[in-house]
T-cell receptor
Framework: NAGVTQTPKFRVLKTGQSMTLLCAQD?????MYWYRQDPGMGLRLIHY???????AKGEVPDGYNVSRLKKQNFLLGLESAAPSQTSVYFC??????????????FGPGTRLLVL | GENVEQHPSTLSVQEGDSAVIKCTYS??????FPWYKQELGKRPQLIID?????GEKKDQRIAVTLNKTAKHFSLHITETQPEDSAVYFC????????????FGKGTRLHILP
């Protein structure tokens, strides 16, 4: 049981390049989330999904797109990377918050540097 | 939308003393309040949570209190130990609407020897 995994762990991009971050979970969780963490800013929700085939915007969705084609995977895409997107990206998953097992599990994070 | 304020941003306490971190939220309908601990270079991990139908919850040396009227909740750590040094995040969520969890900006806790 690997929990929540993220690929890649670290990436350097040039401005304007695109990339996709992959989050995978093997806990059969319905809910998945993408956050970015910047110094002094805490964790800010980018997009999230309440089930396979669904996505919704979080606090800071601009410049990102997501897809949840399979229940276990949640992809975060940057179509045209900007230096402001330099950050640590965390994926998380959980059962429904309404369920007794509502704990949100985080992945190990992806460090992204945009030059 | 929900907004979560967290104070202080940095806290230093002597080993063995208590630490208190406070958070306020803006949406009176929020009903789920988790606390996360993040050690340097690691992922956030849930340490305790509380729902709006409960005023206090305790788990060994950590406790959380919730004041719905004032819209604030607090994390209390007693008998602090060196391994308590970390960044702590509070969060709030309205679980029967959209399940978004909004985080505070974090408190860096230093336990002094």
């Amino acid at each position: 049981n690997a929990g929540v995994t993220q690929t890649p762990k670290f990436r350097v991009l040039k401005t304007g390049q695109s990339m996709t971050l992959l989050c995978a979970q093997d806990m059969n969780h319905e809910y998945m989330y993408w956050y970015r963490q910047d110094p002094g800013m805490g964790l800010r929700l980018i997009h999230y999904s309440v089930g396979e085939g669904t996505t919704a915007k979080g606090e800071v969705p601009d410049g990102y797109n997501v897809s949840r084609l399979k229940k276990q995977n949640f992809l975060l895409g940057l179509e045209s990377a900007a230096p402001s997107q330099t950050s640590v990206y965390f994926c998380a998953s959980s059962y429904s918050i309404l369920s007794p097992e509502e704990t949100q599990y985080f992945g190990p994070g992806t460090r992204l540097l945009v030059l | 939308g929900e907004n979560v304020e967290q104070h202080p941003s940095t806290l230093s306490v002597q080993e063995g003393d208590s630490a208190v971190i406070k958070c306020t939220y803006s949406d009176s309908a929020s009903n789920y309040f988790p606390w996360y601990k993040q050690e340097l270079g690691k992922r956030p991990q849930l340490i305790i949570d509380i729902r709006s139908n409960v005023g206090e919850k305790k788990d060994q040396r950590i406790a959380v209190t919730l004041n719905k009227t004032a819209k604030h909740f607090s994390l209390h750590i007693t008998e602090t130990q060196p391994e308590d040094s970390a960044v702590y995040f509070c969060a709030a969520s309205l679980t029967n609407r959209d399940d978004k969890i909004i985080f505070g900006k974090g408190t860096r806790l230093h336990i002094l020897p």
